[in-house]
């Protein structure tokens, strides 16, 4: 007699027989790796950021320096210089003295914190007025706030997302490696049953389990449209941003 199996006692029985299996490893091309499933830790091997970071524009300085400062009374410091973008900093800032710092630059050492722009007053000969006091620590992001070296960033088992290939991107890791994807056969059986593409005729229903496969072609196409659309914006803000740069120059 045909004993047939509730749904829950199928998942319970593929739970107890299938939930070790692991399928072996394999390292693919971090741009490769959307959707896959971490085979190991992703361990961090440097600090990200590697630098102390300014998140404002604006003019980095002691705040022992512009403590108790205001419109009516404010700090006079003296510019010693100027960061640039994606460049390191040799400046060291000392007491009374500032440098000026945009979003995304690093702070130099010495400072502590970040007064904005609106903030503050090129006074000229060098002399920079700063109105409001600003704590240690503000508008900065510190060396290592995201990640230190040694920490756990996305763990073993995770299938990885957008923001997970951003993060392994920032740590450096050009390669990743995942667990091969499983090979699955589906078998249908049955005398009632016929090709979906052909005609039925009474006492049969045609075989729509062997389409089962589409699901995962259909995730896999959407995984690459997504890819090809972030390289497609990132390829229209680099191109913006030369215009732009022109433009201003």
Do not use: W
Request: glycine share 8%; charged share 25%.
């Amino acid at each position: 007699m045909l004993n047939v199996k509730s749904i829950a006692e199928v998942n319970q029985i593929i739970h107890q027989r299938f939930v070790d299996l692991c399928m072996p490893a394999e390292k693919i091309q971090l741009e490769e790796a959307l959707g896959r499933v971490l085979a190991e830790d992703a361990l961090a091997s440097e600090f990200v950021p590697d630098f102390n970071r300014s998140t404002v524009d604006g003019y980095a300085l002691r705040a022992s320096d512009v403590f108790g400062c205001s419109e009516s009374i404010p700090a006079i410091l003296a510019q010693i210089g100027e960061v640039h973008m994606g460049a390191h900093s040799s400046l060291k800032v000392g007491p009374d003295q500032c440098v000026y710092v945009p979003t995304g630059g690093e702070v130099p050492e010495g400072a502590d914190t970040m007064v904005m722009l609106e903030y503050a007053d090129d006074l000229g000969g060098h002399e920079i007025a700063i109105y409001k006091p600003s704590p240690p620590g503000a508008n900065m992001i510190f060396r290592g706030d995201d990640v230190k070296p040694g920490q756990v960033v996305l763990p073993a088992g995770r299938r990885l997302n957008v923001a997970d290939i951003g993060a392994l991107a920032a740590m450096g890791k050009s390669a990743v490696p995942v667990r091969r994807k499983p090979r699955v056969a589906i078998i249908s059986t049955g005398d009632e049953l016929v090709a979906h593409s052909e005609a039925v005729i009474p006492g049969k229903i045609r075989d729509v389990s062997q389409l089962d496969h589409i699901k995962d072609d259909l995730e896999n196409l959407l995984i690459k449209q997504v890819e090809e659309a972030r390289q497609e914006l990132c390829k229209t803000l680099r191109e913006n941003l030369v215009y732009e740069i022109n433009r201003m120059e």
